[in-house]
């Protein structure tokens, strides 16, 4: 038997799940007769244990799953809950089609990189979301109300929860708390990105899930913007200077490591293309 998955109190009626398992973090909102959850990680079988423990724990079903965006850390976890209501922006079943995440070289990589072992990757089922929405779909139970809004920004399909009845604001992607954020997808949008954190500023918000990283509030969402803006100013810069994408200087604001390195170059070449474009 593995060790079950710790739910995290976030606010009166919403939980976190942040276990290495999962890869990326899942949360869930309790409503009255069902539970809506936000992501459930990458591996399959903590899928199942996230499940678990929410429906154990609660004594109702998790009738909808929010998938926040097309990345593998976040759908490749999907099988235990296909029987529930997936939904997700509609731009998602072109980025899932388009992603080299699922081709038969990138399962071999994953297989051999993962620190877990690699065995449960045979789990893994190609899962396009049966319910797409474009702008903003809200979820009702009896007198509760939770939002799911399209914002774009990490990548073209990315999705935010806000329960403004406890103030709590699920990120997804769009925050990396603690930690340099990766901006480096093919369909990443750094001023739509900018925009949903400034957004997020003028509104009510208590407490933050980020996707990565652990529970957090307004804060971080400052600092995240800090990083994207002058991350910005330091690509213009390096574009006026005629320099090349790898010579634009990284904020100082996350630690750049030798895990992050990947991350940071992906992030310096989307950005230089991105602002190379809107220049021109
Ligand atoms: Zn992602």
Not at 47 to 75: G, M, N, Q, S
Not at 226 to 243: D, Q, R, V, W, Y
């Amino acid at each position: 038997m593995s060790d079950p998955i710790h739910l995290q109190q976030v606010s009166k009626s919403t939980v976190a799940a942040i276990d290495p398992r999962l890869a990326s973090n899942a949360a869930a909102i309790i409503l009255d007769d069902f539970i809506v959850a936000v992501d459930a990680g990458m591996r399959p079988f903590a899928a199942r244990l996230f499940r678990a423990a929410l429906e154990d724990t609660y004594h109702r079903p998790v009738k909808y799953l929010c998938v926040t965006h097309y990345h593998h850390d976040h759908t490749f976890s999907l099988k235990p809950f296909k029987d529930v209501t997936l939904f997700a922006s509609s731009q998602i079943v072109e980025n899932l089609k388009n992603s080299p995440d699922w081709s038969p070289e990138a399962f071999e990589r994953w297989k051999n990189d993962d620190p877990l072992g690699g065995d449960w990757l045979d789990e893994v089922e190609f899962i396009i979301p049966m319910l797409l929405f474009y702008q903003r779909m809200d979820i009702i139970n009896q007198d509760k109300t939770v939002e799911f809004h399209l914002s774009g920004g990490h990548t073209s399909c990315s999705v935010y929860g806000y329960y403004p009845d406890e103030q709590v604001l699920f990120a997804a992607d769009l925050l990396f708390a603690g930690k340099f954020p990766f901006a480096g997808d093919g369909t990443n949008d750094p001023e739509r990105w900018i925009s949903t954190l400034k957004t997020w500023l003028k509104m009510d918000i208590a407490k933050v899930v980020p996707g990565h990283g652990p529970v957090t509030d307004l804060d971080e969402v400052r600092k995240q913007l800090e990083f994207l803006e002058t991350m910005k100013h330091n690509t213009f810069e390096a574009i006026k200077a005629g320099k090349d994408f790898s010579e634009i200087d990284l904020p100082s604001v996350y630690p750049v490591g030798e895990k992050e390195k990947w991350f940071a170059e992906k992030t310096q070449k989307r950005f230089y293309e991105y602002y190379l474009k809107i220049q021109s």
